[in-house]
């Protein structure tokens, strides 16, 4: 199975600062991954597919990098309703398999 | 705009079976495949397996196989995950989404609890 490692695990950010999490694979996937949003008690909301593509109606305060092992995501400017916890995948080969999870908290 | 509904809340009993509907309303699935995801309480997201619709074949992850049983009918643009001998583990709620193996993740449905409990 490809493991899929996020970092930091967790942060702290204020309002309006630029906020960048990474994700590596353990073997080479392409550019087949994706980044998803999830909110307390909510499903996950797709953003980024094909590593650097926003899905529709996604702000493009969002943008994905990355290719073969090393990606990231990055917000531009981190608004109130940016706190959430953020999952990668890798949709290469099966097992498809997520990230643990980045969760993004106020400072 | 479509959407995605799943089927309501369950409480089963250990070594029973759970089977959750997935519909996409105001329109059908775009993707070629539809998958699974479960979430266990305060963890993460796990792969449970994907029907690859206009092949009407499955694909499913390792440690599920024997158990899990993905379904779909075009007819009414729904998919189905059944899931047997169910244990306390297998508490979670269970997510479809439309996507699979090199097929985007695009619409999520809100999500069905499942609760294994004697």
């Known amino acids: 199975d490809i493991q899929m490692t996020q970092s930091p695990s967790s942060l702290s950010a204020s309002v309006g600062d630029r906020v960048t999490i990474t994700c590596r694979a353990s073997?080479?996937?392409?550019?087949?991954l994706a980044w998803f949003q999830q909110k307390p008690g909510k499903a996950p909301k797709s953003l980024i597919y094909?590593?650097?593509n926003l899905q529709s109606g996604v702000p493009s305060k969002f943008s994905g990098s990355g290719s073969g092992t090393d990606f990231t995501l990055t917000i531009s400017s981190l608004q109130p309703e940016d706190f959430a916890t953020y999952y990668c995948?890798?949709?290469?080969?099966?097992?498809?398999?997520f990230g643990g999870g980045t969760r993004v908290e106020i400072k | 705009q479509v959407q995605v509904v799943q089927s309501g809340a369950e409480v089963k009993k250990p070594g029973s079976s759970v089977k959750v509907s997935c519909k996409a309303s105001?329109?059908?699935?775009?993707?070629?495949?539809i998958s699974w995801v479960r979430q266990a309480p305060g963890q993460g997201l796990e792969w449970m397996g994907e029907?690859?619709?206009?092949?009407?074949?499955?694909n499913y992850a390792q440690k599920f196989q024997g158990r899990v049983t993905i379904t779909a009918d075009e007819s009414t643009n729904t998919a189905y995950m059944e899931l047997s001998s169910l244990r306390s583990e297998d508490t979670a709620v269970y997510y479809c989404?439309?996507?699979?193996?090199?097929?985007?993740?695009?619409?999520w449905g809100q999500g069905t609890m499942v609760t294994v409990s004697s």
């Open positions: 989404s439309s996507g699979g193996l090199k097929d985007a993740f695009d619409i």
């Open positions: 105001g329109g059908t699935f775009s993707n070629y495949a």
């Open positions: 029907i690859i619709r206009i092949l009407d074949t499955t």
């Open positions: 073997q080479g996937i392409s550019n087949y």
């Open positions: 094909a590593a650097s």
């Open positions: 995948q890798q949709y290469n080969s099966y097992p498809i398999t």
